[in-house]
T-cell receptor, first 109, second 114 residues
């Protein structure tokens, strides 16, 4: 079966760096997405990786290794507003998005 | 401002009643989707539509129905046949078909069955 694994919850300190991991096993691969979702709100798009390597976008970076079935989202200079759930999703060979359960990130002052 | 509007934001339903959730977008997107989100689980696809007057079942379509009579609108009906309808429902759209991946979501509708 298809599976996306992420840690359920992580805690970090304001101003620090945190890395949220995502491992996947899917039928084919057509890209990996990261979304941010604040409690009770809609998810918003953060990043898309289809080739191996690091994609940087401001304080957020996303890394992909297709051979390892692994990605991470790196958040730098953490701010209180970064407290949210981070959803990893993989597009399989049928162009279907398979979603992880999300990682709840708690930022402490 | 362009975006996706879902209504109502909160909805309570008695068992045995059908309820319709509205989703309207003014982004001129071709594809629209309905997802269900439950605690501790990933988003699950209920239905999707890539063109007017056409839609496809997702992974958990049983107990749900949709229509796509206009490009801008994709309402979801939760029928009495849905055994466990209490959940957070998200509507989304994308510029082209499923291949694009980047989705724009509405604010969600939280349905509670009493």
């Amino acid at each position: 079966g298809q599976n996306i694994d992420q840690p359920t919850e992580m805690t970090a300190t304001e101003g620090a760096i945190v890395q949220i991991n995502c491992t996947y096993q899917t039928s084919g691969f057509n890209g990996l997405f990261w979304y941010q979702q604040h409690a009770g709100e809609a998810p918003t798009f953060l990043s898309y990786n289809v080739l191996d390597g690091l994609e940087e976008k401001g304080r957020f970076s996303s890394f992909l290794s297709r051979s390892k079935g692994y990605s991470y989202l790196l958040l730098k200079e953490l701010q209180m507003k970064d407290s949210a759930s981070y959803l990893c999703a993989v597009m399989d060979s049928n162009y279907q998005l398979i979603w992880g359960a999300g990682t709840k990130l708690i930022i402490k002052p | 401002d362009g975006g996706i509007t879902q209504s109502p934001k909160y909805l309570f339903r008695k068992e045995g009643q059908n309820v319709t959730l509205s989703c309207e977008q003014n982004l001129n997107h071709d594809a629209m989707y309905w997802y269900r989100q439950d605690p501790g689980q990933g988003l699950r696809l209920i239905y999707y539509s890539q063109i007017v007057n056409d839609f496809q079942k997702g992974d958990i379509a049983e107990g749900y129905s949709v229509s796509r009579e206009k490009k801008e609108s994709f309402p979801l009906t939760v029928t009495s046949a849905q055994k466990n309808p209490t959940a957070f429902y998200l509507c989304a759209s994308s510029i082209l078909g499923r291949e694009t991946g980047e989705l724009f979501f509405g604010e969600g509708s939280r349905l509670t069955v009493l």
